[in-house]
């Protein structure tokens, strides 16, 4: 995998995932975001690694037709770079009866039986190799969190000696540890999904519900003096 530099994929529908490796770390270049590394470093693995079960040569596949093998039109189309080489692979439909899918190796037009771990880890969607964070809180040093919606002031401290957080505002208490920790993980979450499906609103209304839950822990620990 360390010899695959860029790779571009483009899926049934149009869409075109390329991903490039600079020292080992991998970025999304189209579209423009932060990588998943465990996914594409996966993918790469299974594309290196596919095993020629069986060819079929262009006269078998003329006959059967290409729509046997799920190939008119392909599933998604992979290029791919090394530092010496590049190459092309049609990805196929499953073979009947088996875990198998069938590929093509441009310019080749025979048709190659391989394993389907490929397909298994294939991009469905431009947005699936995205990180799914939205912020990498872990990586930035802060001791205050302020949260405004409309009218709503919630404000978090973080308290120096003992590194624990509280409340500040609206109601000064001490913070359910537990919960802010969710709270600070679900500020991180991705909210590609939300965009995708016309929600950009969603994340808003999951910080909301979060903020009420963490409310509440905080009464009920204060209530009950602890």
């Known amino acids: 995998p360390r010899d695959v530099t860029p790779h571009e994929i483009t899926l049934a529908g149009g869409g075109v995932v390329r991903a490039e490796q600079t020292n080992g770390t991998w970025f999304l270049t189209r579209p423009r975001y932060p990588a998943q590394q465990s996914a594409i470093e996966l993918f790469v693995t299974n594309l290196v690694q596919l095993r020629r079960f069986d060819k079929l040569p262009q006269h078998e596949v003329v ?13 998604a189309v992979v290029r791919v ?15 009947p009866l088996t875990n198998n899918i069938y590929v093509r190796m441009l310019p080749s037009t025979d048709v190659i039986l391989t394993q389907a771990d490929l397909l298994r880890t294939l991009p469905q969607h431009t947005n699936d190799w995205r990180s799914r964070r939205l912020l990498q809180l872990a990586k930035i040093p802060f001791d205050h969190l302020q949260v ?11 308290n120096p000696t003992n590194r624990t957080w509280q409340i500040t505002r609206p109601i000064p ?9 969710a709270l ?33 822990a905080t009464m009920w620990l204060a209530q009950n003096g602890m």
Do not use: C, M, W
Request: proline share 4%; net charge negative.
């Open 63 to 75: 006959i059967e037709g290409q729509k046997s093998f799920g190939l008119d039109p392909p599933r």
């Open 81 to 95: 770079e090394t530092a010496t080489n590049h190459f092309e692979v049609q990805v196929g439909g499953g073979a």
């Open 148 to 158: 405004r919606t409309g009218q709503r002031l919630f404000e978090l401290s973080e």
């Open 173 to 181: 208490a001490r913070g359910d540890q537990y919960q802010i920790a």
């Open 184 to 216: 600070f993980e679900l500020i991180g979450r991705d909210i590609a999904e939300a965009r995708s499906a016309g929600d950009p609103a969603g994340i808003a209304d999951q910080l909301e519900n979060a903020l009420q839950h963490l409310q509440a």
